[in-house]
């Protein structure tokens, strides 16, 4: 089983700063990574695939970097509606998700 | 745009079966041979779990720590897939979403790229 870990567990960040969200898998998953958002009471929504293809959508201040063990993503200008929980997800065996970071007002 | 839609009961006794439906608009189900239908759940305060999931022709995979209890299957006629899980537990109380898994065609492997709005199932007494 691969073991996704996310860090830090919860982000605190003024609006208009840059959030940088870090993912790591226990063994490679090559790129098979994927981030979603998720805000209270809602579902997730898909932000990347393939560790850095942004999903229709998805604004250009959303941007996924990594290969292998280590990805990252990182949300520039934080906007209001930025604020939320996200979650990676490697699919490169059975699915996986990581414990979520969540993203806080500073 | 395809939309998916959870039903069912929203309470669960101890040792009972948990049976859940998810309803594709939007789109046929049969149309695209490349996507799979999918199960997850969220238990309260937690993380996201993969449940399992069912694709073309009927096959499925579960995750192998429910395999015993989980049976999904798909009506083709009715647009819809279904969730069955039995001797469910308080553990087993979580949001369960229906989600659609797409074809990363690059790397030749699933994404989940739409998302229920998910349905609460306590499992409760």
């Known amino acids: 089983e691969i073991v996704m870990t996310q860090a830090p567990a919860t982000l605190s960040v003024s609006p208009g700063e840059r959030a940088t969200l870090s993912c790591r898998a226990s063994q490679s998953v090559s790129s098979n990574l994927a981030w979603y958002q998720q805000k209270p009471g809602q579902a997730p929504r898909l932000l990347i695939y393939g560790s850095s293809t942004r999903a229709a959508g998805i604004p250009a201040r959303f941007i996924g970097s990594g290969s292998g063990t280590d990805f990252t993503l990182t949300i520039n200008s934080l906007q209001p509606e930025d604020f939320a929980v996200y979650y990676c997800?490697?699919?490169?065996?059975?699915?996986?998700f990581g414990g979520g970071t969540k993203v806080e007002i500073k | 745009q395809v939309h998916l839609q959870e039903s069912g009961p929203g309470l669960v006794k101890p040792s009972g079966t948990l049976s859940l439906t998810c309803v594709v608009s939007g789109g046929s189900i049969n149309t695209n041979t490349d996507w799979k239908w999918s199960w997850v759940r969220q238990p309260p305060g937690a993380s996201l779990e993969w449940i399992g999931e069912t694709y073309a022709r009927g096959k499925s995979d579960y995750n192998s720590s429910l395999r015993s209890r989980v049976s999904i299957l798909v009506d083709r006629s009715k647009n819809q897939f279904s969730l069955k899980m039995d001797s469910m537990t308080a553990a087993d109380t979580a949001v369960y979403y229906c989600a659609r898994k797409a074809y990363d065609k690059l790397w030749g492997s699933y994404y989940f790229d739409q998302w229920g709005q998910g349905i609460l199932v306590t499992v409760s007494s």
């Open positions: 997800q490697q699919y490169n065996d059975w699915p996986h």
